[in-house]
């Protein structure tokens, strides 16, 4: 079992940066692939952003492309989500996912941190 844990989220004016963190425990996370996806009031829960276990690959949503960086720190079993750039429509709950290796879905959801970004 893997406990995902978001931190980092907060209030931020338009054109601003915030880093967010998701920290694992229970077991390590180096052979999971991770993302971020987003879900902001009123609307469904959306993709961000992707990276594979090994970090070699890592995708984008259209909206975030260029703004927004994954990243993971192995050693700290946490991945990360740079975000600059900031727009209101940013403004969301982020959460983490892991999805297993030989797994074909996200088994693993953190709670989720809150981004709000005004104008």
């Known amino acids: 079992q893997v406990q995902l844990v978001e931190s980092g989220g907060g209030s931020v004016q338009a054109g601003g940066s915030l880093r967010v963190a998701c920290v694992a425990s229970?077991?390590?996370?180096?052979?999971?692939?991770m993302a971020w996806f987003r879900q902001a009031p009123g609307k469904g829960r959306e993709f961000v952003a992707f990276?594979?276990?090994?970090?070699?690959?890592?995708n984008y949503a259209g909206a975030v492309k260029g703004r927004f960086t994954i990243s993971r720190d192995a050693a700290k079993n946490t991945v990360y989500l740079q975000m600059n750039s900031l727009k209101p429509e940013d403004t969301a709950v982020y959460y983490c996912a892991a999805r297993p290796y030989g797994s074909g879905q996200y088994d693993y959801w953190g709670q989720g941190t809150q981004v709000t970004v005004s104008s």
């Open positions: 990276l594979t276990w090994n970090g070699g690959k890592t």
């Open positions: 229970g077991r390590t996370i180096s052979r999971d692939d």
